[in-house]
T-cell receptor
Framework: GQSLEQPSEVTAVEGAIVQINCTYQ??????LSWYQQHDGGAPTFLSY????GLEETGRFSSFLSRSDSYGYLLLQELQMKDSASYFC???????????FGSGTQLTVLP | KAGVTQTPRYLIKTRGQQVTLSCSPI?????VSWYQQTPGQGLQFLFE???????NKGNFPGRFSGRQFSNSRSEMNVSTLELGDSALYLC?????????FGSGTRLTVV
């Protein structure tokens, strides 16, 4: 089966940089995705890494190391609106099933 | 471009009843997945459909079923509802990777 581990909570101040790590165990790995979910809302796709390396999208970057079964989401210039839950998810198997981690609650303080 | 539409948004049912939830994916997306989200279990994969075929199924009892129509719209059905089925049910569609989620149906079983 698949398993993913990410920290349950992270706290940072406005303007800071925060990194949310994700380690995974899976077979038939295709890629690692990140999703953001605000309270009461639906998950929103942030990024996808299919190959090793860094993907940058504005203030958000995501990194993948397939050999280490590890990835992270980097959020720069934190804003209050970034307070949300962040989920890593692996795409795996012939049917490309998406399996989510348990989520990291990010709190941005003023 | 319209997003993923789920109906209804909220639903209250009694134990033992059955329920049908609907999902209209983004036009052109042939893959539709369903997830159950609860505070205790997080985002759990229910099943995924592609071109009217169930490609993958999560670890849920047979009371949970789904189908996809030729226009890619999907429905999921839960029979003999239990209190533990109370959750946010999310539908997501994808062209390849990077799922777009609907706002979900919040089901309360009383």
């Amino acid at each position: 089966g698949q398993s993913l581990e990410q920290p349950s909570e992270v706290t940072a101040v406005e303007g800071a940089i925060v990194q949310i790590n994700c380690t995974y165990q899976t077979s038939g790995f295709y890629g690692l995705s990140w999703y953001q979910q605000h309270d009461g809302g639906a998950p929103t796709f942030l990024s996808y890494n299919g190959l090793d390396g860094l993907e940058e999208t504005g203030r958000f970057s995501s990194f993948l190391s397939r050999s280490d079964s590890y990835g992270y989401l980097l959020l720069q210039e934190l804003q209050m609106k970034d307070s949300a839950s962040y989920f890593c998810a692996v795409t795996s198997g012939s049917a490309r099933q998406l399996t989510f981690g348990s989520g990291t609650q990010l709190t941005v303080l003023p | 471009k319209a997003g993923v539409t789920q109906t209804p948004r909220y639903l209250i049912k009694t134990r033992g009843q059955q329920v049908t939830l609907s999902c209209s994916p983004i036009s052109g997306h042939r893959s539709v997945s369903w997830y159950q989200q609860t505070p205790g279990q997080g985002l759990q994969f229910l099943f995924e459909y592609f071109s009217e075929t169930q490609r993958n199924k999560g670890n849920f009892p047979g009371r949970f079923s789904g189908r996809q129509f030729s226009n890619s719209r999907s429905e999921m059905n839960v029979s003999t509802l239990e209190l533990g089925d109370s959750a946010l049910y999310l539908c997501a569609s994808s062209p390849n990777y990077g799922y777009t989620f609907g706002s979900g149906t919040r089901l309360t079983v009383v």
